[in-house]
C-alpha cells in the first residue's frame, strides 16, 4: 500500500519511530497495539473506521501478546467511534 499520507504521519511520529517511512498499515496496526483514543479517532476521520476495523480484523487474525492485552480497550474505542459517527450522521 506504501505511505498515502505523509503529513498526517507526522502528527504521530511515535507510533513508528524506528521507520517514519513504514507504509500506512503499519501505522495503524502500531496505533491498535497501543490504543489511545484520540489517535485512533484522528486515524478512523482520516482513512475511516472501516479501514481502522480492517486492520484490527487482522491483527486479530494472528493475536499477539500486544494484541490480546489491547483487545478490550481497542474493542470499546472502535464501538464508541462508531456511535460518534452515526449520531453525527443522524444529525444529532
Do not use: C
Not at 485512533?40 to 473506521?49: C, N, P, T, V
Amino acid at each position: 500500500m506504501g505511505v498515502a499520507h505523509p503529513n498526517f504521519w507526522r502528527k504521530h511520529r511515535g507510533l513508528v519511530w524506528a521507520n517514519p517511512d513504514a507504509d500506512d498499515s503499519v501505522h495503524i496496526r502500531a496505533a491498535l497495539v497501543r490504543p489511545r483514543f484520540n489517535v485512533l479517532l484522528d486515524i478512523a476521520l482520516e482513512f475511516g473506521l472501516e479501514r481502522l476495523q480492517q486492520e484490527w480484523e487482522y491483527l486479530n487474525g494472528e493475536p499477539t501478546r500486544e494484541v490480546e492485552r489491547a483487545s478490550d480497550i481497542v474493542e470499546r474505542i472502535l464501538a464508541n467511534i462508531e456511535k460518534g459517527f452515526a449520531t453525527a450522521a443522524a444529525g444529532h
